[in-house]
């Protein structure tokens, strides 16, 4: 099966305006897959830099690069050759001066803050930066939602032939991810420290950090757990999802929630087999309602910042998100076919005064809850993000 992805048409348009374009994800979401298919139709040329033969071809990468200036060069895992940032500065400042402006490289990453700052450094004014996520709701077909909550976006999970394969995929991946891929990116971390870590984030999904809480189940102290939170998190494998900050003397909670980014990691971590199994965890609800805020922030204009609202007295918004210009939207995520109102979101609109209130349900029909809350399915809140 062949999926179409949102951001293909963006990053096509990012290609043609930029020298260069950064596409940035965890592996296997399918960065190469989209890279190779949007190089059908244009000259280019590709290099993964795990090959040995294709970081031997770079052992002098401006001679070699100046060669194929006349191509969309890219750079697959482009964090295994940092040093090459440089280079790339000097022979697009030399393409600019020749009248080249856009489509000279298009670098594909797994997202390390390090690889971050040597782009940001060497390249600035002259890349754009896209983020790939899994599957979302808008890419596969309706009947198929629960399936992509189950076993989360991950193309090989979301498309095996049954569960248990989806399963074992996603064993298979946390384990490469904690043997192979965090000591890749200079990391000394303890595999079965981070493991436990990581299970016990997925027991916790989308709850407040308790840094203290963990420290004193994996035997660890504080510090070490903001690195391997600061670790997950640079890797998009986890989000820190920052509380709302304005003023409104009221007493806020200031500390992030944390959540595991794809569903179907959470439930693997937790050996959730099936939605069977899943609806009668405890995790449910709190997946869900992760679920919904990946999906809903994948499709958000770039510039939007995404938060939750609590305060000490009970009034709270799961995901406030502000976009650029100001506007605000307050969401609130309910598992339930009937949703509710609870008192809490009342008085959280009226601190923070957002300018739409939805409430986010597993249902199909779309209706009024009340004169400014409107309950709506998935689907249809991020075709609105998307036509914002």
Same mark, same amino acid.
């Given at each position: 099966m062949?999926?179409?992805?949102?951001?293909?048409?963006k %990053?096509?348009?990012f290609?043609?305006e930029y020298?260069?374009?950064?596409? %940035?994800?965890?592996r296997?979401?399918?960065?190469?897959?989209?890279?190779?298919e949007?190089?059908k139709?244009?000259p280019s040329?590709?290099?993964?830099?795990?090959?040995e033969?294709?970081?031997?071809?770079?052992?002098?990468?401006?001679?070699?690069?100046?060669?194929?200036?006349?191509?969309?060069?890219i =750079?697959?895992e482009?964090?295994r050759?940092?040093n090459?940032?440089q280079?790339?500065?000097? =022979?697009?400042?030399?393409?600019?001066?020749?009248?080249?402006?856009?489509?000279?490289?298009?670098?594909l990453g797994?997202?390390?803050?390090?690889?971050?700052?040597?782009?940001?450094e060497?390249l600035?004014?002259?890349i754009?930066?896209?983020?790939?996520?899994?599957?979302?709701?808008?890419?596969?077909e309706?009947?198929?939602?629960?399936?992509l909550?189950v076993?989360?976006?991950?193309?090989?999970?979301?498309?095996?032939?049954d569960?248990?394969?989806?399963?074992n995929w996603?064993?298979n991946?946390?384990?490469?991810?904690l043997?192979?891929?965090?000591?890749?990116?200079?990391?000394?971390?303890?595999?079965?420290?981070?493991?436990?870590?990581?299970?016990?984030?997925?027991?916790?999904?989308?709850?407040l950090?308790?840094t203290a809480? %963990?420290?004193?189940?994996?035997?660890?102290?504080?510090?070490?757990?903001?690195?391997?939170?600061?670790? %997950?998190?640079?890797?998009?494998?986890?989000?820190?999802?920052?509380?709302w900050?304005?003023n409104?003397g009221?007493?806020?909670?200031?500390?992030?929630?944390?959540?595991?980014?794809?569903?179907?990691?959470?439930?693997?971590l937790?050996?959730?087999?099936n939605?069977?199994?899943?609806l009668g965890?405890?995790?449910?609800?709190?997946?869900?309602?992760?679920f919904?805020?990946e999906?809903?922030l994948?499709?958000?204009?770039?510039?939007?910042?995404?938060?939750?609202?609590r305060?000490?007295?009970?009034?709270?918004?799961?995901l406030?998100?502000t976009?650029p210009?100001?506007?605000?939207?307050?969401?609130?995520i309910?598992?339930?076919?009937?949703?509710?109102?609870?008192?809490?979101?009342?008085?959280?609109?009226?601190?923070?005064?957002?300018?739409?209130?939805?409430?986010?349900?597993?249902?199909?029909?779309r209706?009024?809850?009340?004169?400014d809350?409107?309950?709506?399915?998935?689907?249809?809140?991020?075709?609105?993000?998307?036509?914002?």
């Amino acid at each position: 099966m062949i999926i179409k992805r949102h951001i293909q048409p963006k %990053l096509k348009n990012f290609i043609q305006e930029y020298p260069a374009v950064a596409l %940035l994800g965890p592996r296997q979401v399918g960065k190469t897959t989209l890279a190779l298919e949007i190089a059908k139709n244009i000259p280019s040329i590709y290099l993964d830099l795990e090959s040995e033969s294709d970081r031997v071809k770079l052992t002098n990468p401006e001679l070699y690069l100046k060669e194929h200036k006349d191509k969309l060069v890219i =750079l697959d895992e482009v964090h295994r050759l940092p040093n090459i940032f440089q280079t790339l500065r000097g =022979l697009i400042d030399q393409e600019r001066r020749v009248g080249k402006t856009a489509g000279s490289y298009l670098l594909l990453g797994s997202a390390s803050m390090d690889l971050l700052r040597q782009l940001g450094e060497s390249l600035a004014g002259r890349i754009a930066y896209l983020e790939m996520t899994p599957f979302d709701v808008l890419e596969i077909e309706p009947k198929l939602q629960d399936t992509l909550w189950v076993r989360g976006g991950f193309p090989n999970s979301f498309l095996a032939k049954d569960e248990v394969k989806s399963l074992n995929w996603r064993r298979n991946f946390i384990r490469t991810y904690l043997e192979r891929d965090v000591p890749q990116f200079g990391s000394r971390v303890a595999a079965e420290t981070l493991r436990r870590f990581w299970v016990m984030l997925a027991h916790n999904q989308s709850q407040l950090l308790n840094t203290a809480f %963990l420290a004193r189940g994996l035997g660890i102290d504080g510090k070490t757990i903001s690195h391997y939170l600061d670790l %997950l998190v640079d890797l998009l494998l986890v989000r820190r999802l920052m509380p709302w900050h304005k003023n409104v003397g009221k007493r806020l909670i200031k500390s992030p929630k944390v959540m595991i980014r794809d569903s179907g990691i959470t439930h693997a971590l937790l050996n959730i087999r099936n939605k069977e199994d899943l609806l009668g965890h405890p995790i449910a609800g709190q997946s869900w309602e992760a679920f919904v805020i990946e999906d809903l922030l994948s499709a958000v204009p770039s510039g939007t910042e995404a938060n939750f609202y609590r305060t000490a007295a009970g009034a709270e918004i799961d995901l406030l998100l502000t976009f650029p210009g100001g506007n605000c939207w307050a969401i609130e995520i309910k598992r339930s076919l009937s949703p509710k109102i609870a008192k809490g979101f009342y008085h959280a609109q009226e601190d923070t005064k957002p300018d739409r209130s939805f409430i986010v349900y597993p249902g199909d029909e779309r209706f009024p809850l009340s004169e400014d809350i409107e309950a709506i399915n998935l689907c249809d809140l991020e075709k609105e993000l998307l036509s914002y």
